[in-house]
């Protein structure tokens, strides 16, 4: 049976842990808050570069053209910097140790984010570069991230190359998908062929590395954003049960004390009764 002094040692212990999940809790939601309206803002913009992309991806793809189509794959692991954010990075890591696996030659990996980076390093898995975002990622973020990519394939390095990030659908979900950066050509979309000045070739060399930069970002955005709503919920969901862990115990504690104090009166009122009698 617990003594009142080790339940008020206790509760010190989680009226702490209530004051540091609340203070993440509040950092979470501002970062939450700004990445999410980055988020809104930009995807219309990329929504435009991304149908163009898909309207025109041959004339895209053949601006970065692969050297060596026997070279591996290039994989970019995209994971969060920190920890608790509930199962954001392990589900996004299993996910990834089930394509590794099924791979038959060695492929080349970069690494977004402490996590990915500490889990590489753990399994002793050998990765070309490792980037280290911040929790609210700029756009020259992917624009450096693409600049190594293009050296990689124009140095024959690479065939293809796949994201694998967490897609995000809203606060309580995150899903991990691989996508391609570079997709096949014969999955281009058919459409009106518009007016292009000075002319088509132009416009598609000039625009090729904006607009697979924009895709990039989104995605980078997207690991950003889902990183911080699960930190939000995980936070928000440990402040709760601290709040109701320190409720039940100053109530044993209450309970106690009056217990103790009734006690104390019972004996008090024994101990007069005896002195009355004699």
């Known amino acids: 049976m617990p003594t009142i002094q080790n339940l008020k040692k206790k509760l010190q212990v989680i009226l702490s842990t209530q004051k540091l999940t609340q203070a993440m809790k509040t950092a979470s939601t501002v970062k939450y808050s700004k990445l999410s309206a980055l988020y809104s803002d930009y995807e219309k913009y990329e929504e435009q570069c991304n149908r163009m992309y898909r309207n025109y991806r041959k004339d895209f793809n053949s601006v970065f053209s692969v050297k060596n189509p026997d070279a591996p794959i290039l994989y970019i692991v995209m994971t969060s910097n920190k920890g608790m954010c509930g199962s954001f990075n392990t589900e996004l890591i299993s996910f990834f140790e089930n394509i590794f696996r099924k791979q038959e030659t060695e492929p080349v990996i970069l690494c977004c984010g402490k996590k990915g ?8 898995i050998p990765s070309s570069k490792s980037y280290i975002f911040s929790d609210i990622p700029s ?6 991230l693409f600049d190594n990519i293009r050296k990689l394939m124009e140095n024959g390095k690479i065939s293809s190359v796949k994201i694998i990030y967490s897609q995000y659908q809203n606060m309580m979900k995150q899903s991990p998908v691989c996508e391609d950066l570079f997709t096949p050509d014969k999955e281009s979309a058919e459409c009106e062929e518009p007016l292009f000045v000075p002319d088509k070739q132009t416009v598609i060399s000039q625009t090729a590395e904006k607009i697979l930069i924009s895709i ?8 950003a954003l889902g990183a911080q709503a699960a930190t939000l919920t995980t936070m928000r969901s440990a402040y709760d049960t601290a709040c109701e862990y320190s409720a039940q115990l100053e109530t044993e504690i209450n309970r106690k004390r009056q217990s103790q104090v009734t006690a104390d009166v019972l004996e008090v009122s024994a101990d007069y009764s005896k002195e009355g009698e004699v």
């Open 117 to 124: 980076k500490d889990y590489l390093d753990s399994k002793k």
């Open 216 to 223: 990039l970002y989104k995605k980078i955005l997207e690991t």
């Open 139 to 144: 756009y020259q973020d992917a624009c450096g």
